[in-house]
């Protein structure tokens, strides 16, 4: 158990819809990273939030948009969905924002667009 | 812009026998690099990394060695176990401008092992 907490487990909606993914951090974690697993893009990085601000961009739609409350739990909102999108979306967190701080992936939530 | 590229798989084994999966990156700074893993059903863990050229990172059996003449991490194990099979990622996480932490990651390779 890495201690990141990620709901719902399994999201299936329709084109058109929106939706809103959550994450709770370890513990004492500052930063929160979003990204998106899919089988033809693989991994990818979507957008970090540390201590409440934004803090770098990846290649986030701009359908998509995040942020990081003041408990440090961050929502990911995806609008207009499309097939596409169809994905497992992780959020990972860690103390800080340095290259040498591990960070820490929850369980995934997979997101299914009918 | 940074990338990291990793050997196609899938890579089918039997128990006991010697694994290599092959890293190689690009970036414009200083990368730090790290093995993911990532079981079934499950969301990735932290294999080993590594901040620093010729640093080498080990875990569980699990080595890699950060070369930056070769710009390459490769993972090895001596002599792999039925319960690695799994999807192991490449990344590395750029210590220069910026310095987010965020990972950039190869493809994945996935690793079969047979009894």
């Known amino acids: 158990d890495s201690g990141v907490t990620q709901t719902p487990k399994h999201l299936i909606t329709a084109t058109g819809q929106r939706v809103t993914l959550r994450c709770s951090p370890r513990?004492?974690?500052?930063?929160v990273y979003w990204y998106q697993q899919s089988l033809d893009q693989g991994l990818q990085f979507l957008i970090q939030?540390?201590?409440?601000?934004?803090?770098a961009k990846g290649n986030i739609l701009e359908r998509f948009s995040a942020q990081q409350f003041p408990d440090l739990h961050s929502e990911l909102n995806l609008s207009s969905l499309e097939l596409g999108d169809s994905a497992l979306y992780f959020c990972?967190?860690?103390?800080?924002?340095?290259?040498?701080?591990?960070?820490?992936f929850g369980p995934g939530t997979r997101l299914t667009v009918l | 812009g940074n990338s990291v590229t990793q050997m196609e798989g899938p890579v089918t084994l039997s128990e006991e026998a010697f694994l290599t999966i092959n890293c190689t990156y690009t970036?414009?700074?200083?990368?730090?690099l790290f093995w993911y893993v990532q079981y079934p059903g499950e969301g990735l863990q932290l294999l080993l990394k590594?901040?620093?050229?010729?640093d080498k990172g080990s875990n569980k059996g699990f080595e890699a060695t950060y070369r930056k003449e070769t710009t390459s991490f490769h993972l090895e194990k001596g002599s792999v176990q039925v319960s690695d099979s799994a999807v192991y990622f490449c990344?590395?996480?750029?210590?220069?401008?910026?310095?987010?932490?965020?990972?950039?990651f190869g493809q994945g390779t996935t690793l079969q092992v047979k009894p």
């Open positions: 990972a967190s860690s103390v800080g924002t340095s290259a040498y701080n591990e960070q820490f």
């Open positions: 513990s004492g974690d500052l930063s």
């Open positions: 939030y540390y201590n409440g601000e934004e803090r």
């Open positions: 970036a414009t700074g200083y990368p730090s």
């Open positions: 590594a901040t620093k050229a010729d």
């Open positions: 990344a590395l996480s750029d210590a220069g401008s910026g310095n987010t932490g965020k990972l950039i």
